[in-house]
């Protein structure tokens, strides 16, 4: 099992700036990791993703403002959000799948890897 733990969330005003990072220890570059979000009243989505062969997928609503990007020597993921939106607002995950499968894990989450704890993320207009 990996254990994730993730910081950095926290309240900001429309237009402003979170920066959130997984602690992700015993990952490495064979896995998956991705950042997903729970918005009250909807489904788990995902917000970026990042394969074991290091390319970025972005969810149409935070492309352009949000960059995920990987440490591997640290074992940690990062999720810079930029131009937040009170849309953005709810409980943000880290998530991490060895050898996943690219769009499973998009569309699902990990199978047989492990969720973080989550993180809120509260953006108010």
């Known amino acids: 099992q990996v254990q994730l733990m993730e910081s950095g969330g926290g309240s900001v005003q429309a237009g402003g700036s979170l920066r959130l990072s997984c602690a992700a220890a015993?990952?490495?570059?064979?896995?998956?990791m991705g950042w997903f979000r729970q918005i009250p009243g909807k489904e788990r989505e995902a917000v970026a993703t990042?394969?074991?062969?290091?390319?970025?997928r972005y969810g149409d609503t935070v492309k352009g403002r949000f960059t995920i990007s990987r440490d591997n020597t640290k074992s940690s993921l990062l999720l810079q959000m930029n131009t937040l939106k009170p849309e953005d607002t709810g409980m943000y995950y880290c998530?991490?799948?060895?050898?996943?499968?690219?769009?499973?894990?998009?569309?699902?989450?990990?199978?047989?890897?492990?969720w973080g704890p989550g993180t809120q993320v509260t953006v108010s207009a």
């Open positions: 990042i394969t074991h062969n290091g390319a970025p």
């Open positions: 015993d990952t490495d570059s064979t896995y998956c």
């Open positions: 998530a991490a799948e060895r050898n996943c499968v690219d769009d499973y894990f998009w569309e699902n989450g990990p199978v047989f890897g492990d």
